[in-house]
């Protein structure tokens, strides 16, 4: 029997008079893949945000394997966020640094050594198919090449949760494929993985349980197959 990694109790946010949620409730075993997925404004990114402990609900629990975020300590977070990957749209790499560097980010504040760290982003980057380019810069890297350094940056760490808000919006088509399937070869590998995205093609194509808002309620929750 799976464990339980997440916990989504009656979760409300709400920002002034407007409701970002409403008594959202889900779970989500150890090594799943999920979507949260509805339109423009549903609640896909704030959502994602209260799983990272970016914010706070404003009412209800969210529990991520055993932390429970609307109690946790600001002197927490680092270390709970340590345990949580986040690949952002826009892939947020920086220019200045090489591919091994921005990769290695994660286990330098860790204090990781070099044999370690070297060791680890050698894996990543064969695991995502960008061995033999640890020193290449991100503005030598095409958007889906970017996407997969992103991908490896929030893995190194080994995540238990991995969280992806729109990670396939800016690619096209061929790309995005291949970094869906890397996405299940990594919720395969024990990793749960909850990916925002409004992509109905792509889903269809890499089914999963799919969970869809609409205006911050959640409208169903299937299995696809």
């Known amino acids: 029997m799976a464990s339980l990694m997440v916990r989504v109790s009656h979760v409300t946010k709400r920002y002034s008079k407007r409701f970002a949620l409403q008594d959202v409730s889900f779970d989500l075993d ?30 209800g629990s969210i529990h991520v394997n055993r932390n429970e975020l609307t109690t946790l300590r600001n002197s927490d977070l680092p270390e709970y966020r340590q345990k949580v990957g986040f690949i952002f749209q826009d892939f947020k790499l920086l220019p200045d640094l090489n591919v091994r560097e921005n990769v290695s980010l994660p286990l330098d504040m860790k204090g990781m050594s070099k044999k370690e760290i070297q060791r680890r982003v050698e894996g990543v980057l064969s695991l995502v198919g960008l061995a033999g380019r ?13 996407q997969r350094v992103a991908i490896a940056r929030a893995v190194v760490g080994q995540p238990s949760l991995l969280l992806a808000d729109e990670p396939t919006g800016n690619l096209d088509s061929q790309n995005a ?3 869906l399937a890397l996405f299940q070869e990594i919720a395969s590998m024990g990793t749960t993985v909850c990916l925002a995205t409004h992509d109905e093609f792509l889903m269809s194509e890499y089914p999963a349980r799919t969970i869809e808002l609409r205006n911050g309620q959640i409208e169903s929750d299937l299995v696809l197959e």
Do not use: C, W
């Open 134 to 146: 640890e020193k290449d810069y991100p503005n030598h890297l095409s958007g889906g090449e970017q």
């Open 177 to 179: 494929r291949d970094i």
């Open 30 to 59: 150890a090594g799943e893949f999920a979507y949260i997925t509805g339109v423009s404004g549903a609640g896909k990114s704030t959502l994602l945000k209260l799983l990272f402990a970016m914010e706070k609900p404003t009412e």
